[in-house]
């Protein structure tokens, strides 16, 4: 079974307007259709919101807005077909009209599996020039006004049992371990995909819940001028900009009005089975090489703040 | 082409010892270092001299106290160190140094030289190539993370001056500068080579009419070694002027600090890269356009504490003190 990413994530909220706001501000697409309220990113990957009191969503795990369900997406409906009969072994699974299956991961968090609408849209890389080695002649570098998110790249899961949730995904589901915090965190792709990691799974002690998503753009430019946007737009920081040391991206993230927090990410570690997962200690030193945390807004004089 | 870039920058400081010890930690390597005379270079040869503010061998300050003495600008050849001796010695005094470095000054009065470049050709230290979604060029192999900075090359100087289009006359007409861009009535970014980066000189006018030191900049190789320069160089305890932040004009990524020997200094990566056929803008010289973003007193490696952390370490970490 081939899973190769994140299609789409399922909010369930008080405030629908005030949720796609937040969406919109952040760069994603809304699109027409359906009961629900859907943006998209540049490759087609949903966020969907729905109203907290939706029936039909699978229980939030956090008190609150939060996120609902996440859905995977994989190459084919044989890949679909063989998630269903192996989960199938000790839950309930479900069908949808479209396909999709549904079902709770091992610490009752909603899961789906689709075959994935996420289609691949190429990006010119990003010409930087070093001292006496230029990569772009006589072409301004680009000044983003706001970000377009190219690929919802993860989600962060709280998992106060890391053995049982660990087990559900590596090995029922072929997630594939990048990195970790030992007892602490886990750093998991899809065994299809080549990110550093789809899901990381948080152990915060008895805590449960939804933590944050993430989004890959295309640059550092983009990070920062996403980021200048959302703040523009009176959306607050959570943390950053900054740096992780983990998967070596630039990160910006937001508070989100849906629950937990919205990342913007650029310049991650991609991975093949070359890769030699590490051990890290939890230490600030392994969370980020620097932070910033009240967020940075457009120039207009020099901004003040505390490191 | 005649121009290579600036082959060195000399200022005249009260404590030479402190200067050294800042360009030091800023990256650059010590060649010399005494209470007279320090000298200090980037991976390419061109160098920062420091020497006391009333040693005699020093041209004439632009204005009182530690700044920039001389600008030397390296040269191809020897014939082009004539034709330029030629042309300053028409209005101005000319000397010429033992080893044929020439010397005079500009319009301005700040002492200018220029010899047979010294700078050597270098490429940025391996630098990992930088991921986009699709773009995948770094398979397997983590990001490079800097301890402090080691600056490639210096790449620029900034002055305020009574006015910029008589300095721009100068540069451009007698000495063969181009004009990148402009602040549109009160500034000029010039590059002595085409093709080149997007300024070795920038003038502002300043509207009492004065001549100053405003920084110096030194380029590096990629925004993760900016961050991990500026950080390392704070942890040093240097000051930050502004940054990290992002210019519009030369889309340069920066970070500058007070520099004890005068002005500022700068990191700056990701400059524009002009050949002819670049167009020459003139630019709003309003706020908005001098950053895209600017921090205001830097940044300092991360000390928050990260999710994968219990309170149970904070409480062990609290008793190991």
């Known amino acids: ?307 | 082409m005649p121009y290579v870039g600036i082959d060195a920058v000399t200022y005249g400081t009260s404590d030479v010892k402190k200067g050294a010890k800042a360009f030091e930690d800023f990256g650059l390597k010590k060649i010399k270092s005494g209470v007279n005379e320090a000298i200090l270079e980037t991976q390419d040869g061109s160098r920062v001299i420091i020497r006391r503010t009333g040693d005699k061998s020093l041209p004439r300050a632009i204005q009182r106290g530690s700044t920039v003495r001389e600008i030397t600008w390296g040269v191809s050849s020897t014939a082009d160190l004539a034709r330029l001796k030629k042309e300053l010695s028409k209005d101005r005094a000319v000397t010429e140094d033992r080893d044929g470095t020439i010397h005079s000054t500009d319009n301005n009065g700040l002492g200018i030289a220029f010899r047979k470049s010294r700078r050597r050709k270098v490429k940025p230290r391996s630098a990992t190539p930088i991921n986009s979604p699709e773009a995948i060029v770094r398979f397997d192999d983590r990001a490079t993370y800097y301890d402090k900075a080691s600056p490639l090359t210096l790449g620029h100087a900034v002055f305020t001056v009574p006015s910029y289009k008589e300095t721009q006359d100068f540069y451009v007409d007698r000495l063969g500068f181009f004009v990148t861009d402009y602040y549109k009535g009160r500034g000029v970014f010039l590059r002595c080579k085409t093709p080149g980066g997007h300024h070795n000189l920038f003038f502002l006018e300043d509207e009492a009419g004065k001549t100053a030191i405003n920084h110096v900049a030194f380029g590096v190789a990629n925004t993760h070694e900016l961050f991990a320069g500026g950080i390392h160089f704070t942890s040093q305890g240097w000051k930050t002027a502004v940054g990290p932040g992002r210019h519009i004009v030369s889309s340069c990524y920066f970070w500058y600090f007070q520099n004890p020997c005068g002005g500022n200094i700068e990191y700056f990566v990701d400059e524009d890269f002009c050949t002819e056929n670049w167009k020459p803008k003139h630019w709003n010289p309003a706020p908005d356009m001098f950053a895209e973003w600017a921090l205001g007193d830097g940044l300092r490696k991360f000390a928050g504490q990260p999710p994968t952390r219990t309170k149970q370490d904070m409480k062990k970490k609290q008793k190991a003190k």
Not at chain 1, 215 to 243: A, C, S, Y
């Open chain 1, 1 to 307: 079974m081939s899973i190769t990413g994140l299609d789409k994530v399922v909010y369930g909220v008080d405030d629908i307007e005030k949720a796609k706001g937040f969406w919109t501000d952040f760069g994603l697409t809304p699109v027409d259709g359906g009961d629900a309220t859907r943006l998209v990113t540049v490759e087609g990957a949903e966020v969907e919101i729905r109203s907290d009191g939706d029936a039909s969503l699978p229980a939030g795990l956090a008190e609150g807005n939060t996120a609902r369900e996440f859905i995977w997406g994989a190459e084919s409906q044989e890949d679909i077909d063989a998630i269903r009969a192996e989960l199938s072994k000790d839950r309930d699974v479900t069908v949808d009209d479209d396909g999709t299956i549904h079902t709770l991961d091992a610490l009752g968090y909603g899961v789906g599996f689709r075959v994935t609408r996420r289609r691949e849209v190429p990006v010119a890389p990003t010409a930087y020039n070093a001292p006496g080695q230029p990569a772009r002649v006589n072409e301004r570098g680009r000044i983003y006004e706001k970000a377009e998110p190219h690929r919802m790249s993860h989600i962060v899961l709280l998992a106060p049992d890391l053995d049982k949730q660990l087990s559900f995904y590596v090995d029922r589901l072929g997630f594939k371990v990048t990195d970790c915090y030992p007892g602490r965190g886990y750093f998991l792709r899809c065994g299809g995909s080549n990110e550093h990691h789809n899901l990381f799974l948080l152990h915060g002690g008895d805590n449960i819940g939804f933590h944050h998503i993430a989004f890959e753009l295309e640059n550092i430019h983009e990070v920062f001028g996403g980021g200048l946007h959302m703040t523009d737009k009176g959306w607050q920081t959570h943390l950053g900009p900054g740096r992780h040391p983990l998967s070596s991206c630039y990160f910006w993230y937001f508070k989100n009005p849906c629950g937990g927090a919205a990342e913007y990410d650029s310049d991650s570690d991609y991975i093949t089975d070359g890769w030699e997962p590490a051990e890290w200690p939890s230490t600030p030193e392994s969370f980020a090489e620097w932070a910033y945390a009240e967020g940075a807004a457009r120039y207009s004089g020099i901004q003040t703040g505390k490191a």
